[in-house]
């Protein structure tokens, strides 16, 4: 091979894999905050405020330290990125303050429409969205695992149903953590 095709081919390469290098790092910062969340969801689940404290702290550690790095960045994408894991931040370590169960479900609808947004920037796939028709709430669980209700418990821990979407990125926007819908994810009926 002659060193044109040498470089074409290079190019080529480099063009393919470095936006998969980039999502790939967005998705891993995903999982970094997923995995706590998801700790919070299953102790909600099972109608314990156990974990939750400890988890929120770690997630907000993670979300902070991810927030930082973004709004140094001169890109204004990221820069906005930075602020919604800022939010992701504050709003797990509210959580962690919880005093009691209701509470920590309260919020954790206000989490979960936060990293609901991160997950769509992120292109996030590990993950579904889950809808709780009687507490008209979403959250966020792995694929392919059983539904855990975190707004219900262990009462009606089955409740709920995995919202199909094309791909992750269907958020429009970054939602405030106060929805004038009330709806966790922003979104108004």
């Not at 040498?6 to 980039?22: F, K, N, R």
């Not at 404290?53 to 770690?58: D, G, I, N, W």
């Not at 695992?145 to 009606?156: A, K, S």
């Amino acid at each position: 091979m002659n060193k044109t095709a040498t470089v074409a081919v290079g190019i080529a390469v480099a063009i393919v894999l470095i936006p998969q290098a980039a999502s790939a790092g967005k998705a891993s910062q995903f999982e970094q905050m997923f995995s706590h969340y998801n700790s919070i969801r299953l102790a909600l689940a099972a109608d314990s405020t156990t974990d939750v404290p400890l988890h929120s702290e770690r997630l907000a550690q993670v979300a902070g330290s991810l927030a930082r790095k973004a709004q140094r960045e001169e890109n204004p994408k990221k820069q906005e990125v930075g602020l919604g894991l800022r939010e992701i931040a504050d709003i797990a370590r509210e959580l962690g303050r919880s005093p009691d169960l209701e509470s920590a479900r309260a919020v954790f609808g206000k989490l979960s429409g936060a990293l609901g947004w991160f997950r769509s920037k992120a292109g996030a796939h590990e993950s579904v969205v889950v809808f709780c028709p009687l507490r008209n709430s979403t959250w966020l669980q792995r694929t392919g695992d059983r539904i855990g209700n975190p707004y219900l418990g262990e009462v009606r821990g089955r409740c709920g149903e995995v919202l199909q979407f094309p791909q992750p990125r269907w958020f429009p926007e970054r939602p405030s953590a106060q929805s004038p819908t009330g709806d966790p994810f922003g979104k108004s009926r």
